[in-house]
């Protein structure tokens, strides 16, 4: 035999028998450390989405299988989500040990002392550091979840909102033809928000003149619930240049133009009669849709195109069961005003939103260990390929460059790579403790805006106005 | 007195249940309700506030709005079900093909869970795939959205109370019917009387203490429905569906705004009391023999 094939075979033999062995040690990790523990049943909260179910579904189980450690995760509406965890934290009861977080609301529970410090609770106890798991393995989104340097929630899912729209509509020849023929350009993803309402315009009219039921662009404009107030506040005034929903905290928390802030300003006014003209051209069900109905209103193939959450990515483009555009889904940058791009490069403002969440340990939970060393196993590099390729979210570094999850990034047509490479043009939400104050102030407002009640203009004037009112009532703003 | 006890032996397990669980956190509502209080404010401690949360209450637009639809919500589904379960329960008492079948169906509504309906009738309403949207627009081309039209909306949560809960009226209604004695309504036709005289003054009189245990149940029910609206509406369009019970649920929840939301649950409970009473002497007291 040469002697480079036998170097070769007794490499690779070492290899496998080192990674045997390091599979082993790390089993081995995990059983001893969960001895004390072994038996407890460890219980969690969190929004029924796709990350969250393989959470329960696979890496719980997983879990239960090398450390004797029972997980039950109760996954529920994101509105109950956030009643059960919080009345649990605050009352301190410990029904929970694991609780979700989404980056919107981290810096209410760091306000509130709810959540433990991970890093700091693994420094503390050695013996329960698992060698696979490291804070510093975390993309840039895991700062949302720090405070002073120490992690307080452990990130389990985080993607974009994306720019979605129809590759078979737009490369149709048909279609090319007419639309270059009635607007005299060519027909391509947007960049501006003319060319958007352009290219929206025309399919919408396109749609009609054809009998078919298709709609220039999604809109998330739900007449009663948050989900409207965050599609304008979150995805569309950055893309004009309105950041942090226009309030200013180095300003005294400023929200009306009069003090400081943008909420009411030109611009943002702007932004809303924009988008108030896409909801008018937007499939009918646009008045009544979240999140997850702009999703399934892609998916049935009823827009040529719109602003997607990244959550759903992975299941319209690919999964045939339940969508009727798979292998038809391009992905682009939010359209964007002169200077936004220029903001979100010098860290002044961003692109768009981008959304994810962290599973937390409250501090009132009473099996304070067992969680940690779950909330460990699910931080580790080696869970998360499996896991981005069942749910289109990136978590750890490494995971971009894992076979599987490159593969995958081929079949939905760059998703992964646009949130490696663009990921940091966007941003979640502000570092706000009164999220959910303002947000609830202000959105019965912005509802008579959609209805039609009260006009833009005046409609975000009262916003901002009464944005402030809640600030002062609350004590934020003096 | 001695059975006096063991009467009170029985009951001190329900009393003490009651007390904890019905009487204890009533009364912690109310001291909230004197205090300003959100964990999220600056401040999350409770601050005593004496009666600025029901002073509060008085100029509040947003409450005096939620208060009015939900009077009109109250009004038009509690009428509409007590008629119609009056008229499905005088159906039932007679024979009919198919009798037992037709009951069974239209009491199943009563054994959903309010969510279950709420995200039913979601699924009826949502304009592209629901079914009433579709009929409408092929029978009379109606464009239904209920996510747009805030009069649509406002009928299409009252159609779905009354979907949900006119069965428990008709139950109710049976129940006081097949109780009535044969006597009075035998002596009734002997002397000659109409079907509208003998429902006016035997077979109304009669049942009315049932009709009224009813209204009751279904007024307080109705003024504080949460589940089905939020999931269908959410409270909207705008404010238009936003019936107080959602109003409290959105104050106390999401916005953590634990003290004003208890004051209002306070008024709101007065409220009840207050329209339950004007009803019981409306509706009961004249009848009562007159002394003198």
């Given amino acids: 035999m040469n002697v480079r094939v036998k170097l070769g075979v007794t490499a690779f033999a070492v290899a496998l028998m080192s990674g045997t062995a390091l599979a082993?040690?790390?089993?081995?990790?995990?059983?001893?450390?969960?001895?004390?523990?072994?038996?407890?049943?460890?219980?969690?909260?969190?929004?029924?989405?796709?990350?969250?179910?393989?959470?329960?579904?696979?890496?719980?189980?997983?879990?239960?299988?090398?450390?004797?450690?029972?997980?039950?995760i109760e996954t529920t509406s994101w509105d109950q989500m956030y009643d059960k965890a919080i009345k649990d934290m605050e009352a301190g009861t410990g029904i929970y040990d694991v609780v979700y977080i989404e980056q919107d609301i981290i810096y209410s529970y760091l306000a509130r002392n709810f959540l433990t410090d991970i890093t700091k609770a693994l420094k503390d106890k050695p013996e329960l550091k698992a060698s696979t798991y490291d804070d510093a393995k975390f993309t840039s989104f895991a700062n949302y979840f720090k405070q002073g340097g120490d992690l307080y929630g452990v990130p389990m899912e985080a993607f974009l909102k994306v720019y979605c729209y129809r590759k078979d509509l737009f490369n149709d020849p048909e279609i090319q033809a007419a639309f270059k023929k009635q607007t005299g350009h060519d027909l391509k993803p947007a960049t501006t928000h003319e060319e958007y309402t352009e290219i929206a315009d025309f399919f919408t009219q396109w749609g009609k003149d054809h009998n078919m039921q298709l709609w220039g662009s999604t809109a998330q404009a739900h007449t009663g619930h948050a989900a409207s107030w965050y599609e304008y506040f979150e995805s569309v005034a950055p893309t004009f240049g309105v950041?942090?929903?226009?309030?200013?905290?180095?300003?005294?928390?400023?929200?009306?133009?009069?003090?400081?802030?943008?909420?009411?300003?030109?611009?943002?006014?702007?932004?809303?009669?924009?988008?108030?003209?896409?909801?008018?051209?937007?499939?009918?069900?646009?008045?009544?849709?979240?999140?997850?109905?702009?999703?399934?209103?892609?998916a049935a193939g009823r827009a040529a195109q719109g602003l997607v959450y990244g959550e759903n990515a992975a299941w319209i483009a690919t999964d045939a069961s339940k969508s009727k555009v798979t292998g038809q889904v391009g992905f682009a940058l939010p359209v964007l005003s002169p200077g936004v791009l220029d903001d979100a490069k010098s860290g002044k403002g961003y692109v768009g939103y981008y959304d994810g969440g962290a599973f937390g340990l409250p501090v009132s939970s009473k099996n304070q260990e067992a969680a940690l060393l779950f909330l460990e196993f699910i931080g580790q590099d080696e869970v998360q390929p499996g896991w981005a390729v069942a749910a289109p979210r990136i978590t750890n570094t490494a995971t971009f460059d894992a076979p599987e999850v490159k593969a995958m990034d081929a079949k939905l047509g760059g998703f992964y790579t646009m949130l490696k490479d663009e990921g940091k043009l966007f941003a979640g939400a502000p570092p706000y403790p009164f999220h959910a104050q303002v947000r609830e102030a202000t959105a019965p407002i912005f509802y008579d805006i959609l209805t039609g009640k009260v006009g833009p203009d005046e409609g975000l004037d009262k916003m901002a106005a009464k944005a402030e009112e809640e600030l002062t009532s609350l004590g934020y703003r003096k | 007195m001695k059975s006096n006890t063991f009467g009170w032996i029985l009951l001190a397990p329900t009393i003490v249940v009651l007390f904890f669980f019905g009487v204890l956190p009533f009364l912690y509502v109310v001291y909230v309700s004197f205090h300003q209080w959100n964990p999220f404010a600056a401040n999350p401690n409770m601050i005593y506030n004496a009666a600025g949360n029901f002073r509060q209450i008085v100029f509040d637009s947003a409450f005096l709005a939620s208060l009015g639809v939900t009077v009109a919500f109250?009004?038009?589904?509690?009428?509409?079900?007590?008629?119609?379960?009056?008229?499905?329960?005088?159906?039932?008492?007679?024979?009919?093909?198919?009798?037992?079948?037709?009951?069974?169906?239209?009491?199943?509504?009563?054994?959903?869970?309010?969510?279950?309906?709420?995200?039913?009738?979601?699924?009826?309403?949502?304009?592209?795939?629901?079914?009433?949207?579709?009929?409408?627009?092929?029978s009379v081309g109606f464009d239904l959205n209920i996510g747009q039209s805030a009069a649509a909306a406002f009928i299409i949560t009252i159609t779905m109370d009354i979907w949900h809960w006119t069965p428990l009226v008709t139950l109710t209604l049976i129940a006081a019917l097949v109780s009535l004695p044969p006597d009075p309504f035998e002596q009734a036709q002997i002397d000659g009387a109409g079907k509208w005289q003998i429902f006016w003054h035997i077979t109304l009189p009669m049942i009315a203490p049932a009709v009224m245990a009813t209204v009751f149940i279904r007024l307080m029910d109705a003024l504080r429905i949460v589940d089905e609206v939020l999931m269908l509406t959410g409270g909207g369009p705008g404010s238009a569906t936003r019936y107080i019970g959602v109003h409290i649920f959105r104050e106390v929840f999401p916005r953590t705004n634990y003290g004003y939301g208890s004051a209002i649950s306070v008024v709101v409970l007065y409220l009840t009391i207050v329209v339950c009473w004007l009803l019981y002497t409306g509706m009961l007291a004249p009848r009562k023999p007159r002394k003198g």
């Fill in chain 1, 24 to 72: 082993a040690s790390n089993d081995d990790f995990w059983a001893k450390a969960a001895e004390p523990y072994k038996g407890v049943v460890l219980h969690g909260v969190t929004e029924s989405t796709p990350p969250s179910n393989y959470i329960k579904d696979v890496l719980a189980p997983e879990f239960e299988k090398k450390t004797g450690i029972k997980v039950e």
């Fill in chain 2, 74 to 138: 109250v009004f038009f589904a509690v009428l509409t079900e007590v008629v119609v379960g009056y008229v499905l329960a005088q159906a039932f008492m007679s024979d009919f093909p198919g009798k037992a079948f037709f009951r069974t169906i239209h009491t199943l509504p009563l054994i959903i869970a309010p969510i279950i309906v709420g995200s039913i009738w979601k699924l009826m309403t949502t304009p592209s795939i629901g079914i009433i949207p579709h009929l409408l627009q092929s």
């Fill in chain 1, 243 to 298: 950041y942090n929903w226009g309030i200013d905290a180095s300003k005294n928390y400023a929200a009306t133009v009069e003090h400081g802030g943008g909420m009411n300003s030109d611009k943002a006014k702007a932004a809303l009669k924009w988008w108030l003209h896409l909801r008018d051209i937007a499939p009918p069900e646009s008045a009544q849709s979240t999140w997850s109905e702009v999703a399934t209103t892609f």
